[in-house]
């Protein structure tokens, strides 16, 4: 087990070449990623999923404006809000 230091201990210090290093192999190992044809298929998939969640539930609250909006225009276009509320 790797001593990852403890109260009285600092932490072992990451030095620019071990940083470099990690960066090289997150960036290779996002590369062949990108290249594998079956993870591109399933981000697509997934960003497809949330783009269209996202638009009908947008479709569905414009939808709701206008139904709302039409009722209160014919309420107020036949007087009936005011003999509703009022009289």
Do not use: N
Not at 7 to 35: F, T
């Amino acid at each position: 087990m790797a001593d990852r230091g403890s109260a009285s201990s600092p932490p072992p210090r990451v030095i620019s070449i071990d940083a470099d290093e990690i960066a090289e192999r997150i960036v290779q190992k996002l590369i062949e990623k990108a290249a594998d044809e079956a993870a591109v298929e399933k981000i697509v998939e997934v960003w497809g999923k949330v783009l269209d969640q996202h638009l009908g539930r947008g479709l569905r609250r414009l939808l709701w404006l206008v139904i709302t909006g039409l009722c209160v225009y014919i309420g107020i276009k036949f007087d009936l809000l005011t003999k509703t509320f009022f009289g």
